[in-house]
């Protein structure tokens, strides 16, 4: 496993794996890898000749009042796992050698990324979209991976790949989770152990909502209401969204639709703000 620091060097790497028709396989990241991670990792491992794991903590999708400067890293922990699933380059670049002095270009998705995250978060999407396509041009990857547990997310990229006709498979992975339910997250690091034990709140609405739907409940009203009522049960918690969309177009929804019936939602735990998502 090589770590390349440089974005010309990565790029120059992946041009030649390509050229001699060699399929690479994308994960990006923004490192303190966990389960989620390295499931992404193994995946691409099984389909791809060549795996590239990004780490970068992407500075232009976090608003100022966000938690960029506490974010969680841990290189040596990181490239261990890296190493464990067998990724072949770990890209690791710095803030300044991605976006350096005098860039001014943005990349920003419209509908998909309105509601929900970016609704709360409003320049979050422009971030990510713009990271992921400097990312993707220097990786040139075959195809990449990212996963389900960001739902916007995924459809934002897959959005914008097909907007802007970039030959990229875009993969998503169903989310990966603790024993007891919680969607693993780096962020799950901020919790204290009285947090960890609120957090469950989430999941548990949603699997609450799976139960229901399961037995015949489609009016949307009422799960919602139901995720919102067990979510208020819980003293440290505080709703930032939630939102019943249309999985791929992120359109509100006022009938439930068999497959396409996307429940979303965004709580803070205290300080930290954690999101789970459930397609029915
Ligand atoms: P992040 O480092 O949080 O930006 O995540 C990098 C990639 O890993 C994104 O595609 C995430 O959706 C994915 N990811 C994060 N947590 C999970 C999880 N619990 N299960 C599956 N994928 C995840």
């Known amino acids: 496993m090589r770590v390349i620091y440089s974005p010309q060097q990565i790029q120059k790497i992946c041009l030649q794996f390509r050229s001699k028709g060699k399929s690479i396989g994308f994960v990006p990241t923004m490192g303190y890898l966990h389960e989620g991670h390295q499931t992404l990792l193994r995946i691409a491992r099984k389909k791809s000749d060549i795996v590239i794991l990004s780490i970068f903590v992407n500075p232009t999708q976090f608003a100022p009042n966000e938690d960029l400067s506490r974010y969680p890293r841990d290189t040596k922990g990181d490239l261990a796992k890296a190493r464990k699933e067998k990724v072949d380059f770990v890209f690791f670049p710095t803030p300044e050698s991605i976006y350096p002095e005098n860039f001014q270009t943005q990349v ?17 999407f422009a971030g990510v979209a713009l990271v992921v396509l400097k990312l993707f041009n220097l990786v040139q990857p075959t195809t990449a991976y990212f996963g389900l547990k960001d739902f916007q997310q995924f459809t934002v990229i897959s959005q914008m790949v097909r907007d802007l006709n970039v030959p990229i498979k875009i993969v998503g992975v169903p989310t990966v989770r ?4 919680l969607a693993m997250s780096s962020r799950n690091v901020y919790l204290n152990p009285e947090e960890r034990k609120a957090a469950l709140a ?72 954690l999101i789970d998502n459930l397609l029915v």
């Open 178 to 181: 603790e024993k007891d339910g």
């Open 108 to 124: 920003r998705v419209e509908k998909v990324a309105q509601g929900m995250c970016g609704g709360t978060r409003p320049t979050h």
């Open 202 to 273: 989430l999941s548990q609405s949603l699997a609450e909502v799976k139960a229901k739907v399961k037995k015949g409940e489609v009016n949307l009203f009422n799960l919602v209401d139901g995720i919102r009522s067990r979510l208020v049960r819980e003293p440290l918690a505080q709703i930032d969204y939630i939102s019943c969309v249309d999985a791929y177009t992120m359109v509100p929804l006022q009938k439930y639709q068999k497959g396409k019936t996307l429940f979303a939602l965004a709580v803070f735990i205290g300080k930290t703000r």
